[in-house]
């Protein structure tokens, strides 16, 4: 008997101990952005000396390769260093950097300007729009680096959302290859060309949701850090039919895409995602775009993260 209350008090006190000392989960949303994903690499670094660590990470877009490659184990002076190094503009549109000062030039069938694949005589298609081949190469053998190829076996739970062109639905990536996932998360449309996955046909996730708290969430997060790299006020699009347009879409395939144009549901839901975060970390990026990569900007844009970060310190401090 005795020892049946002292096994019964044992396990109480545990079960006691456990709660009080069980400390919240805590999520990591970066947004979508482009070059100014750099940014997100300040933020990190703020983060790791505040003694913050994730439970999980949900990215979009840019987002989506920062927060994947941090979730497979690269620290955010590695990432740090990539940015500074990398020739990332090359890197994401299969540019040939040895024609970079090429205005107009055609080599092996394949015509270029300033670098940019254009036009593929021997593909009756063309190119049309960059294929990203070499992105998920690289961003494959990074992974491979830290020992990780599957989303499932990262150190950190991690998600990416991407857009289904046709149906203009979200898709959250959480299986299979983190390069492909990465790779279809910012496919944006027009430039990149879609990654095709079963029945879905994904582009950049930040058409649907660039700034995924809601994701995070659903992963059990109870407290969320989001970075936002939007520098533009957002407001909800007014609202008008234009069913005549989106059967017009519906002929050519592009429902989906047509329909986003014409309402854009990602503004409400950015709207509404904002509004549920804990910590909103909002670097001062103005004057940069998506696409202002090279080794000065993306320092100038990690300091801004880092700027960022350091406004919420005290509240970072609370929750490790």
């Known amino acids: ?14 079960m006691a101990s456990t709660f009080m000392t069980a400390r919240p989960k ?29 439970d999980c990470i949900v990215g979009t877009s840019i987002g989506s390769i920062v927060g994947g490659l941090y979730a497979a184990g690269y620290t955010a002076t590695e990432l740090e260093t990539m940015f500074k190094t990398q020739e990332w503009l090359t890197l994401l549109t299969d ?3 040895a024609l ?4 107009y030039t055609t080599k092996n069938g394949i015509t270029y300007i300033f670098g940019f694949p254009i036009i593929d005589s021997k593909n009756s298609k063309g190119v049309g729009m960059i294929k990203g081949e070499r992105i998920e190469h690289v961003l494959d053998s990074m992974l491979a680096a830290k020992g990780v190829k599957k989303i499932e076996k990262l150190k950190i739970p991690f998600c990416c959302v991407a857009a289904d062109i046709h149906s203009a639905e979200e898709v959250v990536l959480s299986k299979g290859s983190v390069a492909s996932a990465m790779r279809a998360s910012m496919a944006i449309p027009g430039i990149f060309k879609p990654v095709k996955k079963g029945d879905w046909l994904l582009v950049d996730g930040g058409m649907l949701n660039n ?6 969430k659903s992963m059990g997060a109870d407290i969320i850090i989001a970075v936002d790299l939007q520098q533009n006020e957002q407001k909800p699009k007014e609202k008008k039919d234009y069913s005549l347009l989106t059967g017009i879409g519906n002929l050519f395939g592009l429902g989906g895409i047509i329909e986003w144009i014409t309402t854009r549901p990602d503004i409400d839901k950015y709207m509404d995602n904002k509004s549920k975060v804990d910590i909103y ?10 696409a ?7 320092a100038k844009m990690i300091k801004a993260g880092e700027d960022a970060a350091r406004r919420q310190w005290e509240k970072l401090l609370t929750i490790k």
């Not at 970079?100 to 205005?103: L, Q, T």
């Not at 202002?292 to 993306?298: A, D, L, P, Y």
């Open 211 to 216: 700034l995924p708290v809601d994701v995070c």
């Open 26 to 54: 805590i999520g990591l949303v970066l947004g979508g952005g482009g070059a100014k994903g750099a940014a997100e690499v300040g933020v990190l670094k703020v983060l790791e000396e505040a003694g913050v660590k994730p």
């Open 1 to 14: 008997m005795k020892i049946r209350r002292f096994i019964f008090l044992f396990i109480a006190l545990w």
């Open 281 to 290: 970390i909002h670097p001062d990026i103005q004057g940069m775009d998506a």
């Open 95 to 97: 540019r040939d950097a």
């Open 100 to 103: 970079g000062n090429e205005p």
């Open 292 to 298: 202002s990569f090279g080794n000065k900007n993306s």
